[in-house]
C-alpha cells in the first residue's frame, strides 16, 4: 500500500490560525541520490566557534562554554535578550522602550535595568558583546551562537536540496515551538512578533517532515515519529490521521512478516583464528536505538564481593534484563558482569525503535529494581542513529557486533550519570516525537557527557501533554 502525506491541508490550516508562508523553493525530487557527505553538513552552517551560546527553540535559555547561565527572573528582561539575538542588528533605544514598556513610570529606567543585567550574562571572555550608546542597543552576533541560525541556513535552500541527515537535523533542531516560554500578552508588539517567528517555524517543521516522510517511504518504522510529529502540527486533520496510521499498519505489518531475533548464542569452546569467517561478511548500515544499561550497587559493593557471589546475584538480574530486552524486539549486541548493550530497529516493528527502546528501558527498572530487592540500582543511556551491523560467525556459533557512534554515546551517557536515571540524548528525545514522557536532565546529574549535549530523562511510557 502507498501512503501519500499532503501539506496542503496542514499548510492551509496554519495559515487560517494566522501563520504566513514562508518563502521555500516548492519543488522536490522523487527520487534521490544521496552522497555519502552533505554539501553543507548541519554542523559546520554556523560557523562560530563563540563560548556563548543562546538558544531561542524551544525553552529560552542561554549557555556559555556548555553549561546553563542563570537567567534573571524578569520575563521581559529575557524576552529583550532574545529579541536583541535574533534581530542581529541594532535597535532604537525608544522602539524598546515601546515595545517592553510602553507605560508612563520611566521605561528607560527600565530599560537601562534590564540592559545592566543583559550585559552581566552576556560579556565576558574579554567580549564586550552588548553594545549600547545613548540612543541605540545592539548584540554582536558573530560573537553568539544561535540555534536559530542552520534551521534558516536549511530552510533557504530547500528541502529537495537537502540530504536526508541534513532533514533529520532540522527536524531535531526545531525541538520545540519558538520562545515558547516567552509569551508576553501585556507586550502586543513582542507577541506579535514572536507568534510570527512560531508560525513560520511550524511551516518549516511541517516541510521538513513531509520531506523525510517521502524520503522514508521504503522504511516506514523510521519514518512513523515523523509522521507522528507532521500529525501533531494539525491533529484535527482526519485525511493526515488516516495516512498516519495507515503508515503505522505497514510498519506492523512488516515487523509480523519478519522472522523473531534469536538470542546471540555465546561461543561454546575457543576456535582456531583460521575458523572465523570474514569479518565483512553480512555488514549493514542501520539506523537504529542503542540502549546501554549498567546495574550498580548503591554501596559499590560488588567491588569488594567474591566474583562468584557477584555472579549468583547478578546472574538472575541479567537473565530478567536479557528477557525484556529480547521481547521488545531488541538484540543483544554486548554483555558483561553488570551490564547490557542492546541494539533496537535492526529489525522493523510497528513502532519507531526509540519509543521501544525507551519503554523496555521503563520496564527493565520497574523490573529489576525489585527483584534485588533494593540491593542494586539501573541506569540507562539511550542514543539514536545509525550504526554497522555485522554478523560473524565462530564455529557454530554467529556473532553480532554493533560499532558506530550512538553505541559510544549511549554508553558514555550511562556511565556519566551520578545517580540511577535513564536518559536519553537529544537525538533520542527528537526520534521519540513526544511519544514518550520525558523530562530535562539537570547537567549536575550527567556532568562526564559532552558538555555541549543536553539529555533527558525518561520518566513515563505515555505521550508527552
Request: glycine residues 6%; neutral net charge.
Amino acid at each position: 500500500m502507498t501512503v501519500e502525506f499532503s501539506l496542503r491541508s496542514v499548510e492551509t490550516a496554519l495559515r487560517s490560525q494566522g501563520q504566513r508562508p514562508i518563502d521555500m523553493p516548492e519543488s522536490r525530487q522523487e527520487t534521490r541520490q544521496e552522497t555519502t557527505q552533505a554539501t553543507t553538513p548541519i554542523e559546520r552552517l554556523d560557523q562560530t566557534t563563540a563560548a556563548l551560546e543562546i538558544r531561542v527553540l524551544g525553552e529560552f535559555a542561554v549557555l556559555r562554554n556548555g553549561e546553563p547561565v542563570e537567567l534573571p527572573p524578569s520575563r521581559k528582561t529575557r524576552a529583550l535578550l532574545a529579541y536583541l539575538a535574533v534581530l542581529e542588528r541594532s535597535q532604537q533605544r525608544e522602539r524598546l522602550c515601546r515595545m517592553f514598556w510602553d507605560l508612563p513610570d520611566d521605561p528607560r529606567g527600565a530599560l537601562r535595568w534590564s540592559l545592566t543585567k543583559i550585559r552581566a550574562i552576556v560579556n565576558g571572555d574579554g567580549q564586550d558583546r552588548l553594545v549600547t550608546d545613548r540612543n541605540s542597543v545592539a548584540l554582536r552576533s558573530q560573537a553568539i551562537a544561535l540555534d536559530l541560525r542552520p534551521v534558516k541556513a536549511l530552510a533557504m535552500r530547500g528541502v529537495a536540496e537537502l540530504a536526508t541527515s541534513e532533514l533529520e537535523a532540522g527536524a531535531a533542531l526545531l525541538r520545540g515551538g519558538f520562545l515558547e516560554d516567552l509569551s508576553l500578552p501585556r507586550c502586543p508588539e513582542f507577541e506579535a512578533w514572536r507568534t510570527s517567528h512560531h508560525n513560520e517555524l511550524d511551516l518549516i517543521k511541517a516541510r521538513f517532515l513531509q520531506a523525510l516522510i517521502e524520503r522514508l517511504a521504503g522504511e516506514p518504522a523510521r519514518a512513523l515519529p515523523y509522521a507522528h510529529a507532521l500529525l501533531a502540527l494539525h491533529p484535527k486533520d482526519a485525511e493526515l490521521a488516516a495516512a498516519v496510521q495507515a503508515l503505522a499498519d505497514r510498519a506492523r505489518g512488516e515487523a509480523v512478516s519478519m522472522p523473531f531475533p534469536q538470542p546471540t548464542a555465546a561461543p561454546v569452546s575457543p576456535e582456531p583464528a583460521i575458523a572465523v569467517e570474514s569479518a565483512a561478511a553480512d555488514a549493514e548500515r542501520k539506523h537504529v536505538t542503542v540502549l546501554s544499561i549498567e546495574i550498580v550497587s548503591p554501596l559499590h559493593a560488588f567491588a569488594s564481593m567474591d566474583p562468584e557471589l557477584v555472579a549468583q546475584q547478578m546472574d538472575p538480574l541479567l537473565e530478567s534484563t536479557i528477557a525484556i530486552i529480547e521481547r521488545h524486539g531488541g538484540i543483544i549486541a554486548a554483555s558483561a558482569d553488570t551490564g547490557v548493550t542492546a541494539v533496537f530497529g535492526a529489525l522493523p516493528s510497528g513502532e519507531h525503535h526509540a519509543v521501544v527502546a525507551c519503554r523496555a528501558a521503563l520496564l527493565l527498572k520497574a523490573t529489576i529494581e525489585p527483584q534485588s530487592q533494593g540491593s542494586v540500582r539501573l541506569r540507562a543511556g539511550l542514543d539514536t542513529g545509525e550504526v554497522m551491523v555485522r554478523r560473524r560467525r565462530h564455529g557454530a556459533a554467529e556473532l553480532i557486533e554493533v560499532t558506530g557512534a550512538a553505541v559510544r554515546a549511549a554508553t558514555r551517557l550511562a556511565r556519566s550519570l551520578r545517580r540511577g536515571a535513564l536518559a536519553a540524548t537529544e537525538r533520542t528525545h527528537a526520534a521519540v516525537a513526544g511519544l514518550v514522557g520525558m523530562a530535562r536532565l539537570a547537567r549536575a546529574d550527567f556532568p562526564g557527557f559532552d558538555r555541549d549535549q543536553r539529555a533527558y530523562e525518561l520518566q513515563s511510557a505515555d505521550a508527552q501533554r
